[in-house]
């Protein structure tokens, strides 16, 4: 029986690993939440860093909602081992669904954005929209995130057809 990824994309129980970009991908979607966190780390600094970081600061609420899908994507992700001792294997249906929510929620927040400046360039908003579109083209077209989500569907100690 042949392994569909390489070695190195398993742990030693077997298990597929999320892709190196994963988390990277993760803290991306929800930028604005690491960015309201470092930014009160600095109390002294929290008015500018804020007026600089978040623009149009009326709509910070809306940042912070549509970075909520990316958190729960983490926080799953994170904590699967204590899921899986749980007994709990469904909720990895819910990976790609909430990526694709995130994506298209912040796409539509940047949309809107752009609309409320009425549609002058603005580099922060170019970068976001590339970086989403890049983060769609590599959640359709990655086959190791469909292995991984596949393979989550078994308990790592209970994994059948196989050996140890």
């Not at 294997?89 to 912040?106: A, E, H, M, T, Y």
Request: a positive charge.
């Amino acid at each position: 029986m042949s392994i569909p990824l390489p070695l190195h994309c398993y742990d030693e129980a077997g298990v597929v690993l999320p892709p190196t970009w994963w988390y990277g991908f993760l803290a991306f979607g929800a930028r604005d939440v690491l960015f309201v966190l470092l930014i009160s780390a600095l109390p002294e600094e929290a008015d500018t860093l804020f007026k600089l970081v978040f623009v149009h600061s009326n709509w910070l609420v809306w940042q912070l909602l549509v970075s909520v899908p990316f958190l729960l994507v983490f926080v799953l992700t994170s904590f699967r081992a204590r899921l899986w001792q749980k007994q709990k294997v469904n909720w990895r249906r819910w990976l790609k669904p909430l990526c694709w929510v995130g994506i298209v929620s912040q796409l539509l927040a940047v949309s809107m954005f752009i609309l409320k400046t009425g549609g002058q360039f603005n580099v922060y908003y170019a970068s976001i929209f590339i970086g989403l579109s890049i983060m769609a083209y590599m959640l359709a077209k990655s086959r190791h995130v469909n292995i991984m989500i596949e393979d989550w569907q078994f308990l790592p100690g209970v994994r059948t057809g196989q050996t140890s």
